[in-house]
């Protein structure tokens, strides 16, 4: 089992930047890959960004590549979502994700697949005013 908790969600204006965190527990950091989706009001959940388990490769959807960064600090097990020049229509619950069982993340495919991911945490709400 692994939980996972995440913060540093809130409400900011169009143009700023938020930081999310993703607290993780039950299993060794480093033994699994992690990743970010989010869910906006009446839409799917749909990825954001994901990382392998030692941080060598990381993939990103087309709608926040080069505003967002994925990071992670295994000795803490912990992963992150650096999200700059935000815009409304990042407005979403974040959710973090752990895959633990599944597929190695070979591709922004296979990142972007809801199957892949075994644990979610509870999700954290960001809000983006124009």
């Known amino acids: 089992q692994v939980q996972l908790v995440e913060s540093g969600g809130g409400l900011v204006e169009a143009g700023s930047s938020l930081r999310l965190s993703c607290a993780a527990s039950?299993?060794?950091?480093?033994?699994?890959?992690m990743g970010w989706f989010r869910q906006a009001p009446g839409k799917g959940r749909e990825f954001v960004a994901a990382i392998t388990w030692n941080g060598d490769r990381t993939y990103y959807a087309d709608s926040v590549k080069g505003r967002f960064t994925i990071s992670r600090e295994n000795r803490k097990n912990t992963e992150y979502l650096q999200m700059n020049s935000l815009e409304p229509e990042d407005t979403a619950v974040y959710y973090c994700?752990?895959?633990?069982?599944?597929?190695?993340?070979?591709?922004?495919?296979?990142?972007?697949?809801?199957?892949?991911?075994?644990?979610w945490g509870q999700g954290t709400q960001v809000t983006v005013s124009s």
């Open positions: 039950g299993r060794p950091g480093g033994t699994y890959s």
């Open positions: 994700a752990a895959a633990v069982f599944g597929p190695a993340l070979r591709d922004v495919g296979v990142a972007g697949a809801a199957s892949t991911w075994d644990y």
